[in-house]
């Protein structure tokens, strides 16, 4: 017979529950600390400790704060923070206008714009805008299907009642609606929706000026575009693709979409026109052929980039060229396609022969140190075998990267290598390294676990329970067991935050 629900006091505190744990713990009833605490969660019913820890703190709050609470959560990454406030509390879904856009109660919605004139429009909540903004980038429309019909008839209501698709606030970053639609929860009903009602696919900013397409700062990019190129299903960027954005655009986009593994994406972009030869201000002066050798896309990929008008034998910041990458990372298809595409081969060294020989196993002795880009591409990948024959052959562990990439460790505890990690502790790597945020291996990796849904591509716009990938308590375990100090604060998925509280 299943255990009845312990049911909690009217002002609860976390901190009796955690002496509870303790006590269980020395009294022999749990191996550790964190299964107690477990233990204790399911007995009261919630699916971890940092989720009964949540409710615990909401608890003390007011019931409109605690509806502002879970706007603010389904309007950032941390839908466990919204589903667990729903969960305790169904009724907060339709408090108000702001909590009905962002749960889909669109009867609510219907009833306040009914009662109210203007309501559509008027900024409302606790972000203090416009209600469509909340509904557009609600991500409970994503990660809840249960939800998604209602939030996009919240959307067709307040369109109806004359809210502006291109509306924009200050205070919200400057993010249209489309942005949330297409660039955050990526649904291309409600995308097409937008569109239809004339949403801007250049988000109103202003057009670029061909002449100054590569300078720092300027607004080449726009947001939902850039972000719909990070998901799996292209379809929200195929529907801004077809709205027309300005052509450098399109080129500038093509950059995020290269660094996935989704060749549907990248065909999108060069089918409506992106030029692989535009070199952002971000990147180290690579082209999208450059790019995508060093971000090892198939030779079909390749091909297709070369067949927009790439050009082969350009060069970036570093003076090498695709073909000298494909030949470092010992590529075979990949070198025999742009050579007989017309790399230059006579541009390929010894240097990048013998680097192409350590990738593939084969190195005889050689000339120098490999290049640190080849260990932070190893680290990336958790190939922990070319890692250890880079070391071997005499890669610089705690080199400094002349890029914007993390450190070699700090890559692989990001996408949650514990393998990579455990190898690179083992060369000689530093632990208390810090990259160029300022941060240690430890803070990116507890960083990932929350916001690297994709170990090729990094942050993206998705949910924090979409990353899926990764052993990062094990990589957290591995960086504290080193001598990582604790970071200030502790944060991450739930099962990083268990370690480092019985850590702490």
Request: charged share 20%; proline share 7%.
């Given at each position: 017979m299943d255990r009845p629900v312990r049911v909690l006091p009217i002002r609860p505190d976390v901190r009796f529950l955690k002496d509870e744990a303790k006590r269980r713990r020395r009294g022999g009833e749990f191996g550790s600390l964190a299964a107690a605490q477990f233990a204790i969660a399911r007995e009261h019913g919630f699916g971890?400790?940092?989720?009964?820890?949540?409710?615990?703190?909401?608890?003390?709050?007011?019931?409109?704060?605690?509806?502002?609470?879970?706007?603010?959560?389904?309007?950032?990454?941390?839908?466990?923070?919204?589903?667990?406030?729903?969960?305790?509390?169904?009724?907060?879904?339709?408090?108000?206008?702001?909590?009905?856009?962002?749960?889909?109660?669109?009867?609510?919605?219907?009833?306040?714009?009914?009662?109210?004139?203007g309501a559509a429009t008027r900024p409302t909540g606790p972000n203090g805008i416009p209600p469509i903004l909340y509904a557009c980038f609600t991500r409970l429309l994503r990660s809840d299907p249960d939800r998604a019909a209602g939030v996009r008839q919240v959307v067709r209501l307040l369109l109806a009642a004359g809210a502006d698709p291109n509306t924009t606030v200050d205070a919200y970053e400057e993010a249209p609606p489309i942005y949330g639609a297409a660039g955050v929860v990526n649904d291309?009903?409600?995308?097409?929706?937008?569109?239809?009602?004339?949403?801007?696919?250049d988000e109103g900013l202003p057009l670029p000026d061909p002449d100054d397409a590569l300078a720092p700062g300027r607004p080449?990019?726009?947001?939902?575009?850039?972000?719909?190129?990070?998901?799996?299903?292209?379809?929200?960027?195929?529907?801004?693709?077809?709205?027309?954005?300005?052509?450098?655009?399109?080129?500038?986009?093509?950059?995020?979409?290269?660094?996935?593994?989704?060749?549907?994406?990248?065909?999108a972009f060069l089918r409506h026109g992106a030029?692989?030869?535009?070199?952002?201000?971000?990147?180290?002066?690579?082209?999208?052929?450059?790019?995508?050798?060093?971000?090892?896309?198939?030779?079909?990929?390749?091909?297709?980039?070369?067949?927009?008008?790439?050009?082969?034998?350009?060069?970036?910041?570093?003076?090498?060229?695709?073909?000298?990458?494909?030949?470092?990372?010992?590529?075979r298809e990949i070198t025999g396609l742009l050579t007989a595409r017309g790399g230059d081969p006579d541009a390929v060294t010894d240097e990048d022969r013998w680097m192409g020989a350590i990738s593939t196993g084969d190195a005889p002795p050689g000339p120098g140190r490999p290049d640190l880009d080849l260990l932070e591409r190893a680290a990336e990948r958790g190939d922990v075998e070319l890692i250890n024959r880079l070391v071997h052959a005499g890669a610089d562990v705690n080199g400094t990267s002349r890029g914007t990439d993390l450190p070699p460790l700090h890559a692989a505890a990001y996408r949650g290598h514990r393998d990579a990690v455990i190898a690179l502790l083992a060369a000689?790597?530093?632990?208390?390294?810090?990259?160029?945020?300022g941060?240690?291996?430890?803070?990116?990796?507890?960083?990932?676990?929350?916001?690297?849904?994709?170990?090729?591509?990094?942050?993206?716009?998705?949910?924090?329970e979409e990353v899926t990938h990764g052993d990062y308590p094990g990589v957290v375990a591995a960086l504290l067991a080193a001598g990582t100090p604790m970071p200030d604060e502790i944060a991450g998925s739930p099962a990083v935050q268990e370690l480092l509280h019985r850590h702490a």
């Open positions: 971890s400790w940092p989720q009964l820890a949540t409710f615990i703190r909401t608890r003390r709050l007011s019931t409109a704060e605690r509806a502002a609470a879970l706007v603010r959560a389904a309007c950032g990454s941390d839908v466990r923070t919204a589903r667990t406030l729903l969960a305790a509390e169904p009724e907060l879904a339709r408090h108000d206008l702001a909590t009905a856009c962002v749960t889909g109660e669109a009867d609510v919605v219907a009833r306040i714009l009914a009662g109210r004139p291309p009903e409600l995308t097409a929706m937008l569109l239809a009602a004339g949403a801007d696919p080449w990019g726009n947001e939902s575009l850039y972000h719909a190129a990070e998901f799996p299903d292209p379809a929200c960027a195929e529907l801004l693709l077809d709205a027309k954005p300005h052509p450098i655009r399109v080129s500038y986009c093509l950059r995020r979409a290269l660094d996935f593994d989704n060749p549907p994406m990248i065909e030029d692989p030869n535009l070199v952002p201000s971000f990147g180290r002066g690579r082209t999208a052929l450059i790019s995508a050798v060093i971000g090892g896309h198939a030779a079909r990929t390749v091909a297709r980039i070369l067949d927009a008008g790439a050009s082969v034998n350009a060069v970036d910041d570093a003076r090498l060229t695709a073909l000298r990458y494909a030949v470092r990372y010992g590529e000689g790597v530093d632990p208390t390294t810090l990259n160029h945020y941060g240690t291996a430890l803070q990116a990796a507890v960083f990932g676990s929350e916001h690297c849904t994709d170990p090729r591509g990094g942050i993206s716009m998705r949910p924090f």
